[in-house]
C-alpha cells in the first residue's frame, strides 16, 4: 500500500482538477436551458469530493514519482476517469446502463468515437457537447493536460510525459522544462480548434454543432450530434473543412509547436512522416475513387472522388465521421480503408493506430533485409531522414508490431468465442485497438456497437485503453514483474 500513496495522491489531485471540465457543458446546459445541468452538478460533486477524500487518505504518501509510478498513473488514470465522465450520462439517461456508459466514456476520452447511443439528435446540446469534449481532452492526451499544471501541485511531470507521450516526442525537448512543453502542445491544439470552430461555424452549422464536430475534428475522435454523423448536412463546404482540419490534426503536434515558434514552415520540411503522409492518402484516395467508378458505385468522377476522398482521410487518420454507408461499398473498399487507419496518423498527433513513423521504419528495415541478402556483406544502415537508426529502437518497433498485431487476433478470437460473427469481431477489434470507432458487419457506420452484449462491450473497453496507451504502458502494469520490489 505504501509503494501506490504516492500514485493515489497524485491521482486525487487529477480528479479534483478533472471535476472542472464539467463547467464547460454545465455552462451550456443552464444557457440554454436544455434540462441536463443537475447531471452535471452531480458530476461535479462525485469527481471534486471523491478526489478531496483519496487526498486526505493518501496526503502522508507524498514524494517524487519514480518511472514506475508514472506507468501506474497513467494506468490508472485512463481507467478511472470514465468512470466520472459517465455520470452525466448516467443521469441524465437512466436506462443507459453502467457497462455502456463506462464504454461510452471511454470512447470519448480515448478519442475513439464509438458509441452505444441512438436518438442523438434529440439529446440535450450540452450531453453532445460533453460526449465531445472527452474527446478533446483526451485527444493530445490528458496526461499530458496534467504535466502542464503538476508542478503548480508540487508534483514533477516528466516520467508521465514520458508514460504517455509517442515517439519521437519522447527523447526530444521541445523547450526546456516539460511543463513549458505541455503548455505550448495545447496552446496550439487550442488555437487550431477555435479556427475549425469558426471554420464550421462558417460553412453552415450551428455554433453547438460547430464545437461540437471541432471537438471531434482535433481530436481526430467522431463523435457527431447527429445518427447520420456528418452526412446530416450534406455539404461539401463542410466536408472540405473537415478533411482539412483532420489532416492538420494527423500531423504531429510537435511539429506543429516548433512551427509556430520558429514562425515558419520549415518544420514541416524536415518531419520525416509528412511525404510519406500525404503520399500514402494521396495515393490511396486516387486508387479508391477509380476502383469505385470501376465497380459501378458511383456513376461520375466528382462524386466517387468526394467520397472516396472524405472517408479516406476520416477513417486513414481515425476520425471515423461518415457521409454514406461506406460499409455497402464492394468488401475491398471498406477493409483498405480500415487497413489505412493502423498507420496512417503521424506520431504525436491525435489519431491512433501504430503510427506513420513505425510503419516507415518497417517498411525501411524489410527493405535493408532484402539488401542483405543479396548483399551479405554490405553495410546497410536504416535511415530516418539524414539520421542511422539505432538496433535498439527497430527492436523496439518490431516488439511494438508483434503485440499490436497478437492483441488483434487474440482479442478478435475473444469476440468470436462470444458468439459474434468473424468479421464483425475481427473490425471490431482493429476499430477499438486504433481508436477508429466505426468498424464493419455489425458495427459499421450505419450501426453502432448497441448490438454487442455486455461481455463483448468489456472487451472493446479494454481494446481502447490498449490501443490508447499503445500497449506497453498498459500490459507493463499487468505483469507481475511490476509489482515485485
Same mark, same amino acid.
Given at each position: ?44 460533486? !462525485? ?31 485512463? !481507467? ?28 470519448? &476520452? ?63 525537448? #521541445? ?78 503536434? +510537435? ?25 500514402? &492518402? ?26 472516396? +476522398? ?27 480503408? &480500415? ?80 458468439? #459474434? ?5 475481427? +473490425? ?21 456497437? !448497441? ?22 504502458? &498498459? ?11
Amino acid at each position: 500500500m505504501s509503494q501506490i500513496l504516492p500514485v493515489v495522491h497524485i491521482l486525487s489531485k487529477v480528479l479534483m482538477l478533472f471535476s472542472v471540465a464539467f463547467l464547460l457543458p454545465l455552462a451550456i446546459s443552464l444557457g440554454l436551458e436544455d434540462g441536463a445541468h443537475r447531471a452535471y452538478d452531480e458530476a461535479i460533486v !462525485a469527481t471534486f469530493f471523491s478526489g478531496a477524500a483519496l487526498w486526505i487518505f493518501s496526503r502522508r504518501g507524498k514524494r517524487e514519482l519514480q518511472t514506475r509510478d508514472g506507468f501506474l498513473l497513467v494506468v490508472m488514470i485512463w !481507467a478511472i476517469l470514465p468512470l466520472y465522465s459517465a455520470i452525466p450520462l448516467l443521469a441524465y439517461l437512466p436506462d443507459l446502463s453502467f457497462t455502456d456508459a463506462y464504454f461510452e466514456a471511454v470512447s470519448g &476520452l480515448t478519442a475513439t468515437g464509438a458509441t452505444v447511443l441512438s436518438g442523438l439528435d434529440d439529446l440535450p446540446p450540452s450531453i453532445n457537447i460533453w460526449r465531445t469534449q472527452m474527446h478533446w481532452i483526451g485527444g493530445m492526451g490528458v496526461i499530458v493536460l496534467v504535466v502542464a499544471v503538476l508542478p503548480m501541485l508540487g508534483v514533477g511531470g516528466r516520467q508521465l510525459f514520458k508514460a504517455e507521450t509517442p515517439t519521437p516526442m519522447k527523447d526530444s525537448k #521541445l523547450t526546456p522544462r516539460m511543463a513549458e512543453t505541455a503548455k505550448g502542445l495545447w496552446l496550439v491544439y487550442a488555437i487550431v480548434t477555435v479556427f475549425c470552430i469558426l471554420a464550421l461555424w462558417l460553412g453552415g452549422m450551428g455554433w453547438v454543432d460547430a464545437i461540437v464536430h471541432a471537438f471531434s475534428v482535433m481530436s481526430l475522435g467522431g463523435m457527431s450530434s447527429h445518427d447520420a454523423s456528418l452526412g446530416y448536412f450534406d455539404s461539401v463546404t463542410l466536408e472540405i473543412i473537415v478533411m482539412v482540419f483532420a489532416l492538420i490534426a494527423g500531423i504531429s503536434f +510537435s511539429t506543429h509547436f516548433m512551427a509556430f515558434r520558429m514562425r515558419n514552415l520549415l518544420a514541416y520540411r524536415f518531419d520525416t512522416e509528412i511525404r510519406w503522409y500525404f503520399g500514402v &492518402l494521396a495515393a490511396s484516395i486516387i486508387g479508391l475513387t477509380f476502383y469505385l467508378l470501376y465497380k459501378g458505385v458511383y456513376l461520375d468522377f466528382p462524386e466517387a472522388l468526394r467520397f472516396a +476522398s472524405f472517408h479516406t482521410i476520416s477513417i486513414a487518420l481515425t476520425l471515423g465521421f461518415s457521409t454514406t454507408d461506406y460499409n455497402a461499398w464492394p468488401f475491398f473498399a471498406p477493409l483498405f480503408i &480500415l487497413f489505412l487507419s493502423s498507420f496512417v496518423a503521424s506520431s504525436g498527433s491525435t489519431g491512433g493506430g501504430i503510427k506513420m513513423l513505425r510503419a516507415v521504419l518497417l517498411y525501411k528495415q524489410v527493405y535493408r533485409e532484402l539488401i542483405k541478402l543479396v548483399h551479405p556483406h554490405a553495410a546497410v544502415h536504416t535511415k530516418m531522414g539524414n539520421q542511422a537508426v539505432p538496433p535498439k529502437i527497430t527492436y523496439a518497433v518490431l516488439a511494438f508490431l508483434f503485440i499490436y498485431v497478437a492483441s488483434i487476433i487474440i482479442l478478435s478470437f475473444v469476440l468470436a468465442a462470444s458468439g #459474434l460473427d468473424v468479421f464483425t469481431a475481427f +473490425s471490431a477489434v482493429v476499430a477499438m485497438v486504433n481508436n477508429t470507432g466505426p468498424g464493419l458487419g455489425q458495427v459499421g457506420p450505419a450501426s453502432n456497437y !448497441a448490438v454487442l452484449s455486455d461481455f463483448q462491450i468489456w472487451v472493446c473497453s479494454f481494446a481502447m485503453l490498449l490501443g490508447r496507451l499503445e500497449f506497453f504502458t &498498459l500490459l507493463v502494469v499487468l505483469t507481475p514483474v511490476f509489482w515485485k520490489k
